[in-house]
């Protein structure tokens, strides 16, 4: 069984590490602490925050959700946008973008 850990400190606890030791049938990975590089999110917030949301002061929730979401809808078929945040991640699309006809 594999296990995919975070780093809160309670998985890292002298106790638990005792008890992996003791399964054989375990195998455990940390995720790093903080990699934005390694998820593609961070590079879709990066282009919402340059353009929708810059310099934005949202009046209540319900700005900022329609503002999101028409940020969102503009980066939604630019495939080389998405390409590119995939890309830093060194992921790649497995599927190519739907098409209307």
């Known amino acids: 069984?594999?296990?995919?850990?975070?780093?809160?400190?309670?998985?890292?606890d002298a106790r638990m590490r005792a008890f992996i030791d003791t399964c054989d049938w375990l195998t455990?990975?940390?995720?790093?602490?903080?990699?934005p590089d390694?998820?593609?999110v961070e590079g879709v917030w990066s282009l919402l925050r340059r353009s929708s949301q810059a310099n934005t002061t949202f009046t209540d929730p319900d700005h900022l959700m329609r503002t999101l979401r028409r940020g969102l809808r503009k980066?939604?078929?630019?495939?080389?946008?998405?390409d590119a945040c995939l890309a830093i991640t060194g992921l790649t699309q497995t599927t190519t973008p739907f098409k209307a006809q």
């Open 38 to 40: 390694l998820n593609p």
């Open 75 to 82: 980066i939604q078929h630019r495939s080389h946008l998405l």
């Open 1 to 12: 069984m594999v296990l995919v850990w975070d780093n809160l400190n309670v998985h890292r």
């Open 28 to 35: 455990v990975f940390y995720l790093p602490t903080y990699s």
